[in-house]
């Protein structure tokens, strides 16, 4: 009953926020533009721009290291998409990605104080992905991939974080992982588990659920105790269908032949019985975890329903089936697993010292950083595990151990004292609401319609 009531409101609410979206969208005509940062009169035009500008040429020219000194690369990232997995919206194509792109472009700026350039490309080929954004390196000081299908969303990062000398991220992937593993690390806190001795269940195995498999390994949970489930079933490394050679099921082996070490079969009740913790990224709920199959977990459940826009179970029905902390990637409950908290300092602190890479050390420093963020607040506790999007604080204090992290493991061009670091982080992440304060005030951003 109640459920039915929470759908019906759920999709006139949709309703009226699609509409309302697709009204400001066509007032505003795009959400992001460019603006200078230097000071310009005609007499600078010379310097700014030929001659003067020939200078600054021939330096990055022979040293192609300088254009992180000599331009905004250092803090430019592309966002990139081929428009093949729009939201939950399927193969929209390039143009269908744009506003997607755009919003990211916002996020990174409010967020993380980062420059972007939205850029949807008409090309679906591996390959052939690969080949352009490798050739655009040169303009940019990191690269986020977005909205791009499974399997070969695992294969391009893979590869591009490879060959490619600036950072790469997919934020569907890596950003989804950081900030379900940063809510973790809280949620064990108050049960009085670690990340060595739980038993997970992963619902989902598309490019969130692979991401967070690895990354729950990267911070210490054995692979043999975690049970990954997809729309076939647990995997297995009998399981008939992965014998198969198609190369698209490389990483559900890759995954397969590390996890579940006890050779479970089954489906999702299977998989999360005796476990501590379940997080689901499959599909729109609700019911795709029942209640009663919390009742098979183990006592003080954790339960991560992720699914966008309905997670796989209501929190209030999780709660009622016994299970002690719930998370869902909504901003109407509490404990919201947001990748908008990982992305923009994640960036943040990889370009401010010029990182060539983001290790996954780096990804596990910023998930820490989050937790500790939420305890040292002293208001750690069953609704409030991991910060909301609001708190300024947190993305200073998780760019600066990204940073930090990065220094450690020799991937930073530049290296900083934290003092310094902290200083430079705050101000870059600060910068975008004094400009939109000073917009809104002399009347060049109009107010909504
Ligand atoms: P994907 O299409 O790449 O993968 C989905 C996976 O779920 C596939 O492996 C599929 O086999 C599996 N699946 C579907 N129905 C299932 C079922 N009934 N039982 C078991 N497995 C099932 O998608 P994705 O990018 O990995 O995203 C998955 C979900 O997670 C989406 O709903 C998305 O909105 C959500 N998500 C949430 C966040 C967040 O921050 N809250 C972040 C990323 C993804």
Known sequence: MITTWCSTLGASLD?????????????????????????????LFALWYTPGVAEPARVC????????????????????SDGTRVLGLGKLGPEGALPVMEGKALLFKYLGGVDTIPLVVRERDLNKLAYIVKALEPSFGGINLEDIESPKCFDLLERLRDELDIPVWHDDQQGTALVTIAGLINALKLVGKKLSDIR??????????????????????????IFVVDSKGILHRERSDLKSSDPKLKWKKWVAERTNEESKAGGIPEAMEGVDVVIAVSRPGPGVIKKEWIKLMNDN????AEANPIPEIWPWEAKEAGAKIVATGRSDFPNQINNSLGFPAVFRGALTVRARKITDEMCIAAAYALAKYVEDSG?????????????????????????????KKGVARRKLPKGELEGKIRELI?????????AVREGLIRETV
């Open 301 to 304: 459940p954790i339960v991560f």
């Open 379 to 407: 208001k750690l506790s069953e609704d409030y595990i991991i910060p909301k999007m609001s708190e300024e604080e947190a993305y200073v204090i998780e760019a600066v151990a990204v940073a930090e992290e990065a220094i």
């Open 430 to 438: 600060h910068r975008p609401k004094k400009y939109l304060n000073i």
């Open 15 to 43: 309703r009226y926020i699609y509409s309302r979206s697709l009204k400001l969208h066509s007032f505003y005509k795009g959400k992001i533009e460019i603006v200078p940062k230097v000071p310009i009169t005609f007499e």
């Open 200 to 225: 997970v269940a992963v619902i989902g195995a598309g490019a969130a659920g692979i991401a967070i498999v690895k990354y729950l390994i990267v911070a210490g949970v054995k692979p043999g105790n």
């Open 61 to 80: 020219g022979t040293d192609p290291e300088k254009s992180f000194e000599l331009t905004n690369r250092w803090n430019t990232v592309a966002i990139i």
